[in-house]
């Protein structure tokens, strides 16, 4: 018999972040959850979404129902900030985004259309890089004589994506500087509204997945209101180094894939070694020790006898990630 009151959690915001979150938190009787969601309706515009492998198994770990989703369909959405300056305040730098410098075209290809040109390169993801620009398939770019004489001279295969794609638009790519803080008191910040990152390591989505694990790992023992403003005490010390780290270099990425960085000078073999090298911190994260990481510092902040007594059972969503022990200490048994 469940003796908790439930706790309230309000999220804000239905896009993947608040969406993966929401997912995690379902999963314990003790909290009552409410999404709000500002857009009337759901709808793709033209960002083709890549799920890192960190991405991927943060998301398994939430929701294989949700993981299984997503493999089976290609997925759109769109960037927003709404809770950040009400955490940083207005008056501090890091509440507004700033402009990387960089922009890109967007717009949809009917799948029928990008088959029948494309053939089965439809149907993957790939990105054509060099030229101080990139052009990633699936959804995005094209279709206007401005965007064909900004890539005039690629190659076949991006030149036909961009000669398909239907009403493209034109956007700003911005990012945000570092916020010195993600939560105040019982409120944080995720997603893209703590950490807005250019798109050039495809990484957004997958710390808005990670920062959801996290949250709702830590939620679990969030089982009385004052559990609240440690559990997101301990997500950002966990989430916002890691995160930020996704932005700083992310802005750096653009250059290697405009094949500009001097590193790769044009090589592709070159630029295939750094690329590999440079995703590796992003994609091979030990998501249960960073959870863990997250659930120690939660531990030391409530009482310890709400994880005592849980004796030895799973923590975290959804996955036989790691266990805790009626000593209270947190055992690490491998994460799928
Ligand atoms: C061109 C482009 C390509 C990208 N490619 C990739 C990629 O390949 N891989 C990857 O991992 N990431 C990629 N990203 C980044 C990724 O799209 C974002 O990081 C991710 O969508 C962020 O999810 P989120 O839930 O935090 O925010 P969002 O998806 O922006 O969702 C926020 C939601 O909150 C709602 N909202 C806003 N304000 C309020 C309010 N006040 N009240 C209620 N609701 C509100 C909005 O309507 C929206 O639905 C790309 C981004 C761009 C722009």
Same mark, same amino acid.
């Given at each position: 018999?469940?003796?908790?009151?439930?706790?309230?959690?309000?999220?804000?915001?239905?896009?993947?972040? !608040?969406?993966? +979150? #929401?997912? %995690?938190?379902?999963?314990?009787?003790? /909290?009552?959850?409410?999404?709000?969601? =500002? $857009?009337?309706?759901?709808?793709?515009? !033209?960002?083709? +979404? #890549?799920? %890192?492998?960190?991405?991927?198994?943060? /998301?398994?770990?939430?929701?294989?129902? =949700? $993981?299984?989703?997503?493999?089976?369909?290609?997925?759109?959405?769109?960037?927003?900030?709404?809770?950040?300056?009400?955490?940083?305040?207005?008056?501090?730098? =890091? $509440?507004?985004?700033?402009?990387?410098?960089?922009?890109?075209?967007?717009?949809?290809?009917?799948?029928?259309?990008?088959?029948?040109?494309?053939?089965?390169? =439809?149907?993957?993801?790939?990105?054509?890089?060099?030229?101080?620009?990139?052009?990633?398939?699936?959804?995005?770019?094209?279709?206007?004589?401005?965007?064909?004489?900004?890539?005039?001279?690629?190659?076949?295969?991006?030149?036909?994506?961009?000669?398909?794609?239907?009403?493209?638009?034109?956007?700003?790519?911005?990012?945000?500087?570092?916020?010195?803080?993600?939560?105040?008191?019982?409120?944080?910040?995720?997603?893209?509204?703590?950490?807005?990152?250019?798109?050039?390591?495809?990484?957004?989505?997958?710390?808005?997945?990670?920062?959801?694990?996290?949250?709702?790992?830590?939620?679990?023992?969030?089982?009385?209101?004052?559990?609240?403003?440690?559990?997101?005490?301990?997500?950002?010390?966990?989430?916002?180094?890691?995160?930020?780290?996704?932005?700083?270099?992310?802005?750096?990425?653009?250059?290697?894939?405009?094949?500009?960085?001097?590193?790769?000078?044009?090589?592709?073999?070159?630029?295939?070694?750094?690329?590999?090298?440079?995703?590796?911190?992003?994609?091979?994260?030990?998501?249960?020790?960073?959870?863990?990481?997250?659930?120690?510092?939660?531990?030391?902040?409530?009482?310890?006898?709400?994880?005592?007594?849980?004796?030895?059972?799973?923590?975290?969503?959804?996955?036989?990630?790691?266990?805790?022990?009626?000593?209270?200490?947190?055992?690490?048994?491998?994460?799928?």
């Amino acid at each position: 018999m469940d003796h908790y009151n439930p706790v309230s959690v309000a999220i804000a915001g239905g896009g993947i972040g !608040g969406l993966c +979150l #929401a997912i %995690g938190l379902l999963q314990y009787s003790h /909290l009552n959850i409410s999404i709000y969601e =500002a $857009a009337r309706e759901f709808k793709g515009i !033209g960002a083709g +979404l #890549a799920l %890192g492998p960190n991405a991927q198994r943060a /998301l398994a770990c939430i929701s294989s129902f =949700a $993981a299984g989703a997503f493999r089976r369909h290609a997925t759109a959405n769109t960037s927003a900030d709404a809770t950040r300056e009400h955490i940083v305040g207005k008056a501090q730098p =890091a $509440a507004t985004p700033v402009f990387s410098g960089i922009v890109a075209y967007r717009g949809l290809i009917p799948m029928n259309k990008a088959r029948a040109k494309l053939g089965e390169l =439809a149907d993957d993801a790939y990105m054509w890089c060099g030229g101080g620009g990139m052009a990633p398939t699936g959804v995005v770019t094209s279709s206007n004589e401005k965007l064909m004489e900004d890539f005039e001279g690629w190659s076949e295969v991006p030149t036909k994506i961009l000669e398909m794609t239907e009403e493209p638009s034109l956007w700003a790519m911005l990012d945000h500087l570092p916020a010195p803080y993600y939560n105040t008191g019982k409120t944080a910040m995720m997603g893209d509204a703590a950490h807005a990152t250019t798109p050039f390591q495809g990484a957004g989505c997958g710390q808005a997945i990670e920062d959801a694990l996290v949250l709702a790992t830590l939620f679990r023992y969030a089982k009385y209101p004052e559990h609240i403003a440690p559990a997101l005490a301990a997500y950002d010390a966990v989430k916002r180094p890691r995160s930020q780290k996704v932005v700083e270099t992310s802005r750096e990425a653009m250059e290697l894939y405009g094949f500009t960085d001097a590193s790769v000078n044009g090589d592709a073999e070159r630029w295939k070694d750094i690329w590999t090298q440079r995703m590796k911190w992003i994609w091979e994260i030990d998501l249960a020790q960073h959870c863990y990481d997250a659930l120690g510092l939660l531990t030391k902040n409530i009482r310890v006898q709400e994880i005592e007594s849980e004796s030895p059972q799973s923590v975290g969503v959804g996955l036989d990630m790691f266990r805790v022990w009626s000593s209270g200490k947190a055992v690490l048994l491998g994460c799928k």
